[in-house]
């Protein structure tokens, strides 16, 4: 068997799997098995436990690639045992007992904070849940200034939303306490303040590279920068 690790490339809020079509494809030309399945973007710990069921079941080694949101369940699901190595990109590295909320809330928040627009869900046997979505007119500014204007026309319409609940739910664990870490931070992240990123990052002991000017959707804007990271990782715990 290939002591390759597979790497899991886990998408964060108002995304879906296909905003790392790049770093997928940069990653494939170089060998690396790669998966990237759905974020269900409904609730830290669930969502946390179904990336965690999903590495489990691949065979062999596995390195988690976690973007925004996706940051903070690969903190959760990276104490799966065949998990070796985490990369967070331009994402959330939580703390073990400690919220979103509470982490973004050490730092100035970002643009993002207030261009949310808000609806509701059905919950079944509860009432009526809250999700988020950046407002189309926003989008741009917020999340991809550095893709072009008519991808990003795309990507405004075509957000999956984030269950707002998110931003209090507390992290059940912290995997890069004892297995190692590479965080890419968005020098120009209007999403996620770059300095949270760093924060995290440095905290964590991560091996850290800063792309300057780059958006929160950096995956998109620059897969090989990406993916050169993730590489790194892989070549590390192989």
């Known amino acids: 068997m290939s002591t390759t690790p597979t790497v899991l490339l886990v998408h964060g809020a108002f995304a879906d799997a296909g905003s790392w079509s ?8 170089h060998g690396i098995p790669v998966v990237a399945p759905p974020n269900p973007l ?53 703390e073990e007992g400690e919220s979103l909320g509470e982490l973004q809330g050490r730092f100035p928040l970002s643009p993002l904070v207030s261009n949310l627009r808000e609806a509701t869900y059905p919950v079944e046997g509860a009432a009526a849940a809250v999700e988020v979505t950046i407002k189309a007119e926003a989008f741009w500014e917020i999340f991809a200034a550095d893709v072009p204007a008519e991808v990003t026309k795309v ?64 995956a998109v804007s620059r897969p090989k920068e990406v993916a050169d990271l993730i590489r790194e990782a892989v070549r590390a715990t192989s």
């Open 155 to 218: 990507l405004a319409v075509a957000q999956r939303p984030l269950a707002a609940g998110v931003f209090t739910e507390t992290a059940s664990a912290a995997a890069w306490r004892s297995k190692p870490s590479w965080a890419l931070v968005a020098g120009s992240d209007q999403a996620i303040n770059p300095e949270v990123q760093r924060f995290g990052a440095k905290r964590a002991g991560a091996t850290i590279v800063e792309a300057e000017g780059a958006s929160h959707a950096v």
């Open 22 to 29: 790049g770093v997928i494809a940069e990653l494939q030309q």
């Open 42 to 94: 409904r609730g830290l710990a669930s969502d946390a436990a179904y990336i965690a069921s999903a590495a489990a079941q691949i065979k062999g080694p596995v390195v988690l690639v976690g973007h925004s949101y996706g940051g903070a369940l690969i903190s959760v699901a990276g104490t799966v045992e065949n998990v070796v190595g985490l990369v967070y990109v331009a994402a959330y590295v939580t």
